[in-house]
């Protein structure tokens, strides 16, 4: 294996070769690196194909994937194996989801556990991070072919609102990807990073960010200084954006024609043609007064920019409650914001500009292409990174992950490695049997999914926890990394209060030989060391579901007729069937969705015994 270097303060490996920065995109995803020469953040092109990939995924009949524009003819033809909006199940539950379950046009499975989300194709589980793993491959690809050199490492950036979950899930898509990612930056701050705000250390600022994208709209408001960006506030609605305007024109198109209004719920085709021109239609009314076209033999198109703006003006005007929001969270006066910046495709609609401006009472920026700046920010970050502007101050990092073993034995990530220190990071576990009054907690350090394969730093066991059903007891665990690498972890029951703390120094007997080898080791181990974790993550979910429903006929058994009871049992051992002979995830999957689906209705018909409520949280053995 070739030598490699490894830079201590930034933890990242130095190699001489590109570190480019990614948006990865709820509807559009994008690739930037800094030019070698102009050492201007430039949008990737490769081919013609355009700097823009709709972040869709589609899986053919042979089992291969197809990413991007080629992949978006299939979400009308295809609906069932073409996945779009992944990011929006990235780290969630599928109890997360609450209301917005039916928006997806594919199967999001069930299990109903404290287990994330998946998405079922065919007969294969995928995890929304192996679905953005393939965006993020194609991306790498398009950038390894335009510049024509390997591309290993990244920079990917979040919305400011993504909990740490979706983060890991991101850095996770990341490494499926063949990427090594050296920073989760959020997307406002690499906005800001792209206007060349927050580059110089001396600089103090405060700065708007607004991001209207297809799906989504945020507004995050970010404090500047000494190089930190820290977000005072963000708001927004997940499922607002450009897609509601479509929406509002093709209802209003509807409303005027009663030959579409009879014919569109039942031709396909018709409503596909239609999504279209109310997309060309709003783009076209960003630089235009009037736009005219038509669906042949079907209708004419028309539409006055001041009619669209019409349509909008409720969704827009609820982007700017938003920001009102924003700005009393984080105690601010419109006036004291230095510089307001433009995001995202529906930026563009110059009704939205107005307001904005409006609102912060000084014109937004949008001299960058608003599609790119996230991306074009996201190649700043990583050029900094990889020491490439010297006049850059970078923070102590951490250069090794910490965390703690959860069920399975699998490594719970609670401080990222390269997390500036001092940092403190918790997370809120509880427990897994019912009556459980010991906990063990164990702390580690490194990159791989299990444990046994990272450093062991310490273990502790948290007693007296009073005894409670299974996923009662909240036990927070907190991390505080201090300014001299000293680790404290501390463990405390919520409702008892017993409490429980150990401190160690990460860096201790470690040299940066062996920081080094354990870098390489988990990108060298990173395929197996993910599938490792999904089988973990299965038979984890699977092993919960069982004590459940044998728990559950136990108890309730007597609401059950003699025929529920044995199906019950039938699938019970069929899963066990499945455990015992090693069987792959999609099998153990399966068998829990078959359990899941025919016991589902129990817990309803026996509301007062809620099985649901012990299964939440997540879980230490
Ligand atoms: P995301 O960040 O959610 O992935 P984008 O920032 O790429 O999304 O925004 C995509 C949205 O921008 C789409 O709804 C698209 O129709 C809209 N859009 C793109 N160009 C224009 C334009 N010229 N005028 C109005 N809307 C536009
Ligand atoms: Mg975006």
Request: hydrophobic letters at 40%.
């Amino acid at each position: 294996m070739a030598k490699v270097a490894i830079n201590l303060s930034t933890g990242a490996l130095q190699q001489e070769e590109v570190i480019v920065g990614i948006d990865l995109g709820t509807t559009n995803s994008l690739v930037a690196y800094i030019h070698p020469e102009d050492k201007k953040p430039i949008a990737i092109n490769d081919q013609g194909q355009g700097t823009i990939v709709p972040s869709v995924v589609h899986f053919t009949d042979t089992g291969e994937t197809v990413v991007g524009t080629a992949a978006k003819d299939y979400l009308i033809t295809d609906p069932a194996n073409t996945i779009y909006s992944v990011k929006r199940l990235l780290g969630k539950s599928y109890q997360d989801l609450g209301a917005h379950k039916d928006y997806f046009g594919y199967k999001v499975i069930d299990d109903d556990s404290e287990g994330l989300v998946k998405v079922r194709v065919k007969n294969t589980f995928y995890s929304p991070i192996e679905l953005s793993a393939e965006i993020l491959k194609e991306l790498r690809a398009r950038a390894e072919h335009a510049l024509k050199t390997p591309v290993n490492r990244a920079v990917i950036t979040v919305p400011a609102y993504f909990n740490d979950s979706q983060r890991q899930a991101t850095r996770d898509a990341g490494k499926l990807a063949g990427l090594e990612v050296l920073r989760i930056v959020n997307e406002p701050t690499a906005a800001a990073l792209a206007y060349g705000i927050g580059i110089d250390p001396n600089e103090e600022k405060t700065v708007a960010v607004y991001d209207l994208g297809g799906g989504t709209f945020d507004i995050s408001i970010l404090s500047i200084h000494q190089g930190i960006f820290e977000v005072l506030s963000t708001h927004g609605d997940t499922y607002l954006g450009g897609d509601d305007f479509d929406r509002a024109i093709i209802n209003h198109w509807i409303q005027e024609n009663q030959l579409i209004a009879d014919t569109v719920n039942l031709d396909k085709n018709l409503s596909q043609e239609l999504r279209l021109k109310a997309e060309e239609a709003k783009k076209v009314l960003s630089s235009q007064q009037v736009y005219t076209s038509s669906i042949e033999g079907k209708m004419e198109c028309h539409l006055e920019r001041h009619t669209f703006e019409a349509l909008i003006a409720p969704i827009v005007t609820r982007t700017i409650e938003s920001c009102r929001q924003a700005m009393s969270d984080a105690k601010l006066q419109p006036e004291q914001v230095d510089a307001v910046i433009m995001v995202g495709g529906s930026t563009r609609v110059p009704m939205v500009y107005e307001a904005v401006s409006e609102f912060f009472g000084r014109p937004a920026n949008n001299t960058l292409n608003p599609d790119e700046v996230v991306a074009l920010g996201a190649a700043i970050q990583a050029d900094i990174l990889a020491g490439n502007r010297k006049d850059i101050l970078l923070l102590d990092v951490t250069p090794l992950t910490l965390g703690i073993e959860t069920m399975g034995g699998l490594m719970d990530p609670i401080i990222p490695r390269n997390s500036k220190i001092p940092t403190k990071a918790g997370r809120q576990y509880t427990t897994s049997i019912d009556g459980q009054v010991n906990m063990k907690i164990s702390v580690y350090q490194g990159e791989r999914d299990v444990v046994h394969e990272n450093r062991k730093l310490a273990e502790f066991d948290l007693k007296g926890i009073p005894a409670m059903p299974a996923g009662f007891p909240k036990v927070d665990v907190n991390f505080i990394l201090n300014a001299d690498g000293i680790l404290k972890v501390e463990a405390i029951e919520l409702r008892s209060g017993t409490h429980q703390e150990v401190e160690v120094k990460p860096q201790y007997g470690l040299t940066d030989a062996q920081v080094e080898q354990m870098l390489l080791d988990s990108i060298t181990h990173a395929r197996e060391d993910v599938n490792a974790r999904m089988i973990i993550e299965a038979r984890t979910t699977a092993d919960q579901m069982l004590y459940q429903v044998e728990r559950f006929l136990e108890k309730n058994g007597e609401y059950l007729t003699e025929e529920e009871i044995q199906l019950t049992r039938q699938n019970v051992q069929q899963l066990k069937d499945v455990l015992a002979s090693g069987g792959d995830k999609d099998a153990i999957l399966t068998a829990v969705d078959v359990l899941e689906e025919q016991t589902s209705p129990f817990a309803e018909r026996v509301m007062q015994i809620s099985i649901k409520k012990a299964m939440s949280g997540k879980k230490i053995e």
